[in-house]
């Protein structure tokens, strides 16, 4: 496993991600997402039930559930890139998501394709151009029943 880099030790801090998220992403501050643990393969994202993420079926809203499973994907992405020394640029390129059950708890996506991400942002380095990845991450309830599953399409493209 690579060192802790930037990104990693950032979300490895509740207090200094919160910050983070204030400044970059303030939906998932008030969300109040969480990352609950994140490595160079793996990241576990959560998002509460609570006022400001349901929806008048007292069940969290799918926006809400989006963000978390984005997040899951996208903070390896995002931790990725930082292993390396040539700048990338990341972005969505298409999204699918099915979904099981009610959400009716704090739900937890996991993403365990952190290598598939780290592949891309190389071969795109190596390649000079754009290449894309299809990630795939899960949402569980509290009783470990799948809520939720996404599957994120994202690019990576050297920045010149």
Same mark, same amino acid.
């Given at each position: 496993?690579? =060192?802790?880099?930037?990104?990693?030790?950032?979300?490895?801090?509740?207090?200094?991600?919160? %910050?983070?998220?204030?400044?970059?992403?303030?939906?998932?501050?008030?969300?109040?997402?969480?990352?609950?643990?994140?490595?160079?393969?793996?990241?576990?994202?959560?998002?509460?039930?609570?006022? %400001?993420?349901?929806? =008048?079926?007292?069940?969290?809203?799918?926006?809400?559930?989006?963000?978390?499973?984005? %997040?899951?994907?996208?903070? %390896?992405?995002?931790?990725?890139?930082?292993?390396?020394?040539? =700048?990338?640029?990341?972005?969505?390129?298409?999204?699918?998501?099915?979904?099981?059950?009610?959400?009716?708890?704090?739900?937890?996506?996991?993403?365990?394709?952190?290598?598939?991400?780290?592949?891309?942002?190389?071969?795109?380095?190596?390649?000079?151009?754009?290449? +894309?990845?299809?990630? @795939?991450?899960?949402?569980?309830?509290?009783?470990?029943? +799948?809520?939720?599953? @996404?599957?994120?399409?994202? +690019?990576?493209? =050297?920045?010149?």
């Amino acid at each position: 496993m690579p =060192p802790k880099n930037k990104i990693r030790k950032l979300a490895a801090s509740p207090g200094k991600m919160k %910050l983070y998220f204030l400044k970059h992403l303030p939906m998932a501050f008030l969300a109040g997402l969480k990352i609950e643990e994140i490595d160079a393969g793996k990241a576990v994202v959560s998002v509460p039930y609570k006022y %400001l993420t349901k929806n =008048p079926f007292r069940s969290v809203y799918f926006a809400a559930l989006s963000m978390a499973a984005e %997040l899951s994907s996208g903070i %390896l992405a995002l931790a990725a890139i930082h292993d390396f020394s040539q =700048p990338v640029s990341m972005l969505v390129l298409e999204m699918k998501a099915g979904f099981q059950k009610k959400a009716r708890t704090k739900i937890v996506f996991k993403c365990e394709e952190g290598d598939k991400i780290s592949g891309a942002i190389a071969k795109s380095i190596e390649t000079g151009e754009g290449q +894309t990845v299809e990630i @795939f991450t899960s949402g569980t309830d509290e009783s470990g029943e +799948t809520v939720a599953e @996404f599957s994120f399409t994202w +690019t990576f493209k =050297p920045k010149s």
